[in-house]
T-cell receptor, first 111, second 115 residues
Framework: KAGVTQTPRYLIKTRGQQVTLSCSPISGHRSVSWYQQTPGQGLQFLFEYFSETQRNKGNFPGRFSGRQFSNSRSEMNVSTLELGDSALYLC??????????FGPGTRLTVL | AQSVTQLDSQVPVFEEAPVELRCNYSSSVSVYLFWYVQYPNQGLQLLLKYLSGSTLVKGINGFEAEFNKSQTSFHLRKPSVHISDTAEYFCAVRGVTGGGNKLTFGTGTQLKVEL
């Protein structure tokens, strides 16, 4: 079975731009969660989608948004990028069980 | 709400020596507990999880952890480490009810195995 895939793997943007990251979960998994990882704040939960509905949301500003499609693929969008948004963004999928499988992440650099 | 404390940010250890990585959690509800490992430039890989039942949990790569409810701890142990165990280790918690699949992570412990 293919694992969780995330595209792109690396991204460089400038302040003020917007970015869209993509996550393809393991086949059959309906839950997709997003996390931000930075050296200063560690791993922080962004949001979770299940069957196209946002089920849970972390404490991030409204510039961070996401969605999930009928095939369970998910995208997250960050608008008006700030320097502090530079991070590794990790996606995880789950079969509504308790184990989450993580993708390799997208490394976003904001200049 | 839950929180996780990993007391040691770095743990150096010689190859073939035992190691313990400490994790304490705080929660107002019952929890599930997890340990993940992250190798450089990679995502997270699940080492082991505690859901219920036996408090001693065995995972992959020879790791095990013990859930101690009274001390709210979930320390990770390995009796003999290998160079390939060098990585960052994260303890995580999830509430049994509510919250969906949201994981709350500790700040991580960098395990450095030396020859």
């Amino acid at each position: 079975k293919a694992g969780v895939t995330q595209t792109p793997r690396y991204l460089i943007k400038t302040r003020g731009q917007q970015v869209t990251l993509s996550c393809s979960p393991i086949s059959g998994h309906r839950s997709v969660s997003w996390y931000q990882q930075t050296p200063g704040q560690g791993l922080q939960f962004l949001f979770e989608y299940f069957s196209e509905t946002q089920r849970n949301k972390g404490n991030f500003p409204g510039r961070f948004s996401g969605r999930q499609f009928s095939n369970s693929r998910s995208e997250m969008n960050v608008s008006t990028l700030e320097l502090g948004d530079s991070a590794l963004y990790l996606c995880a999928s789950s079969l509504e069980a308790l184990e989450q499988f993580f993708g390799p992440g997208t490394r976003l650099t904001v200049l | 709400a839950q929180s996780v404390t990993q007391l040691d940010s770095q743990v150096p250890v010689f190859e073939e020596a035992p190691v313990e990585l400490r994790c304490n959690y705080s929660s107002s509800v019952s929890v599930y507990l997890f340990w993940y490992v992250q190798y450089p430039n990679q995502g997270l890989q699940l080492l082991l999880k505690y859901l219920s039942g036996s408090t001693l949990v065995k995972g992959i790569n020879g790791f095990e952890a013990e859930f101690n409810k009274s001390q709210t701890s979930f320390h990770l142990r390995k009796p003999s480490v290998h160079i390939s165990d060098t990585a960052e280790y994260f303890c995580a918690v999830r509430g049994v009810t509510g919250g969906g699949n949201k994981l709350t992570f500790g700040t991580g412990t960098q395990l450095k195995v030396e020859l």
